[in-house]
């Protein structure tokens, strides 16, 4: 379907259903394109749009507050260092990158050390079993 948009001018509306079944919604002012050259398009770019929403969640791509351009650069460019790094990390090929970060924090927050124990008054159910 074709509608105007008065800031965009033209534009060709496509509605498509992912494999789960749910509606999905593709605006393209490439009016020739067929159908089948704009869902392709749309599906390549699923992995980057992944990719930027791990990195701003795990990495902290999104927390920079730097003034200064060469400040933003370094951030970006560490935040993508890590991302890159957090993978190698895996003790497991299936460990998530979440887990990764969380082993890690805790390694490092911690020291090496390992948790106090529990408190007296931690109830049975709270407290480790090991």
């Not at 020739?32 to 398009?41: E, F, H, I, K, S």
């Not at 990719?51 to 999104?62: M, P, V, W």
């Not at 260092?81 to 927050?109: D, G, N, T, Y």
Request: proline fraction near 8%.
């Amino acid at each position: 379907m074709r509608v105007y948009a008065p800031s965009y001018g033209e534009l060709r509306l496509v509605v498509t259903r992912n494999r789960h079944g749910n509606y999905e919604y593709l605006a393209t002012n490439e009016l020739g394109a067929d159908l089948t050259t704009l869902v392709r398009r749309k599906r390549s770019r699923w992995s980057v749009e992944t990719i930027f929403r791990d990195s701003k969640q795990y990495a902290g791509l999104g927390a920079c507050q730097a003034r200064v351009d060469q400040a933003m650069v370094r951030h970006v460019a560490l935040v993508l260092v890590a991302f890159v790094v957090l993978p190698m990390l895996r003790a497991k090929p299936q460990e998530s990158i979440a887990a990764v970060k969380e082993r890690w924090q805790l390694r490092v927050v911690g020291g090496g050390t390992p948790p106090p124990q529990p408190l007296r008054s931690c109830p049975p159910e709270l407290r480790p079993t090991t």
